[in-house]
T-cell receptor, first 111, second 114 residues
Framework: QKEVEQNSGPLSVPEGAIASLNCTYS??????FFWYRQYSGKSPELIMF????GDKEDGRFTAQLNKASQYVSLLIRDSQPSDSATYLC???????????FGTGTSLTVIP | DTGVSQDPRHKITKRGQNVTFRCDPI?????LYWYRQTLGQGPEFLTY????????KSRLLSDRFSAERPKGSFSTLEIQRTEQGDSAMYLC????????????FGNGTRLTVT
């Protein structure tokens, strides 16, 4: 079982819609969770991080964490074509030394 | 904040040659990571430094790979006797001391082994 699992997609949504990206993790002791956006040929860039159960909002982005279900999600409201990218979920290990990444979900926002 | 810097951006080499990549982390970050990423995959952990100490190394990393971080500042990743399977994006990232601190990535070095 992989430490972090994501649906690879591709996920397509029309411009202005809500995009929902999901991630599950296997280490129940994990404490820190991160979402990165990666454009084709570029390196990952941090979008959001979340540590506590519940929702965390930052502009058009909302991260949701449910530690009991070992599930973290990212919602993108009012999706824009510029949001088209691969979204990587990352989980920091309980030892705090390693970050485990999912394979990423490819998102396309259709104008 | 100058960000994480990696050099070179691209490297094309012939099979069997040695290559070395450099990473300069964000200056106040004491933790430095190397990852490898191939097409359609997420970043794969290679190794981790805290200051100058290499604390973890992936079991997937063969003996052809070695990394150093002298004086706890910049780091180098060397691949000896390169193979075509080494072709990938090599990503360096740094983070600060806090237990919840995120990774900040450099632009990566794209290696092509012919």
């Amino acid at each position: 079982q992989k430490e972090v699992e994501q649906n690879s997609g591709p996920l397509s949504v029309p411009e202005g819609a809500i995009a929902s990206l999901n991630c599950t993790y296997s280490d129940r002791g994990s404490q820190s969770f991160f979402w990165y956006r990666q454009y084709s040929g570029k390196s990952p860039e941090l979008i959001m991080f979340i540590y506590s159960n519940g929702d965390k909002e930052d502009g058009r982005f909302t991260a949701q964490l449910n530690k009991a279900s070992q599930y973290v999600s990212l919602l993108i409201r009012d999706s824009q074509p510029s949001d088209s990218a691969t979204y990587l979920c990352a989980v920091k290990s309980i030892t705090g030394n390693q970050f485990y990444f999912g394979t990423g979900t490819s998102l396309t926002v259709i104008p | 904040d100058t960000g994480v810097s990696q050099d070179p951006r691209h490297k094309i080499t012939k099979r069997g040659q040695n290559v070395t990549f450099r990473c300069d982390p964000i200056s106040e970050h004491n933790r430095l990571y190397w990852y490898r990423q191939t097409l359609g995959q997420g970043p794969e952990f290679l190794t981790y430094f805290q200051n100058e100490a290499q604390l973890e190394k992936s079991r997937l990393l063969s003996d052809r790979f070695s990394a150093e971080r002298p004086k706890g500042s910049f780091s180098t990743l060397e691949i000896q006797r390169t193979e075509q399977g080494d072709s990938a994006m090599y990503l360096c990232a740094s983070s600060s001391r806090g237990s919840n601190s995120p990774l900040h990535f450099g632009n990566g070095t794209r290696l092509t082994v012919t």
